[in-house]
């Protein structure tokens, strides 16, 4: 496994191109590695390609690429980053590539980390019993904070909790309606709310073919404790949720700062 990491130059159309369509980034994506054929599709248990643009500031978004090859990101040098740099400085050329197995087998039980999380919460829904399910993307932060902790346990990890001096609610949470809000429990904040449509194929011609993808990604960031690290080694290679083609589903850990570790 290697996790790599690209910085974006806005300045260049070709990068601007590539950031207005999950699809052609996707491609990009995609062609880093000689050996993995379009027509080639993941195995359902196995490690696979994911990717995570994060947008730090306007002139700053970086490409976050897990990969069970190491990556050739020669072609987006060339359309979006520093070419002449890279050139330059062949040592440098133009991304970072690091093992990813070392990080992974070091992950042991109670470890805590601080993550990030770009997905696309999702349910299903029917209006009458007999009409088939429709999947539908949460809308609320109530209901994406609550999409990824029904997903916690089985991905290796628990959310941690605010001490309670930190919480503005005595026990940290509340009710919306009938459904309980733990926006003030957890260490978990949901901020980058995107509704996003694309086309997914052109004819040949370059018209647009078939229905665009709609989809809505959100980005958590937060604190966790590893209760599982084979399960989380196993989500740290294979993602969480659907849209993983669209950059959903990579989560990344950092290490926590020793202000974070505190408790006051």
Same mark, same amino acid.
């Given at each position: $496994?290697?996790?790599?990491? +690209? ?21 990009a994506? $995609? ?42 990101l ?14 330059a ?25 601080? +993550? ?14 007999n009409e ?26 628990r ?60 980005? +958590? ?42 408790t006051?």
């Amino acid at each position: $496994m290697f996790l790599t990491r +690209f910085r974006l130059n806005t300045a260049r159309p070709g990068a601007r191109r590539l950031l207005s369509s999950p699809q052609s980034m996707h491609a990009a994506v $995609m062609s880093s590695f000689p050996a993995l054929l379009p027509s080639d599709t993941p195995p359902p248990d196995g490690p696979r390609v994911l990717w995570r643009l994060d947008h730090q500031a306007r002139a700053e978004v970086l490409l976050y690429i897990v990969s069970p090859h190491r990556p050739d990101l020669t072609h987006l040098v060339e359309q979006a980053g520093w070419p002449a740099a890279a050139t330059a400085d062949p040592p440098v050329p133009g991304w970072l590539t690091k093992a990813y197995a070392p990080f992974l087998d070091r992950l042991t039980a109670g470890g805590q980390w601080a +993550f990030r999380l770009t997905a696309n919460p999702v349910h299903t829904i029917r209006r009458h019993d007999n009409e088939p399910r429709k999947i539908t993307a949460h809308l609320t932060p109530i209901h994406q904070m609550r999409w990824l902790l029904e997903r916690q346990e089985r991905c290796g990890f628990r959310i941690l909790e605010k001490a309670d001096n930190q919480r503005l609610l005595p026990n940290g949470t509340t009710h919306h309606g009938k459904q309980e809000h733990h926006g003030d429990r957890y260490e978990l904040t949901v901020h980058d709310h995107n509704a996003l449509s694309f086309d997914k194929t052109r004819a040949p011609s370059g018209a647009k073919k078939g229905k665009p993808v709609n989809l809505v990604t959100v980005t +958590f960031d937060g604190r966790l404790e590893v209760t599982d690290p084979q399960a989380l080694r196993r989500t740290l290679a294979q993602g969480i949720g659907r849209a993983k083609a669209y950059g959903c589903g990579l989560i990344t850990l950092a290490p926590l700062t020793p202000t974070a570790r505190q408790t006051p």
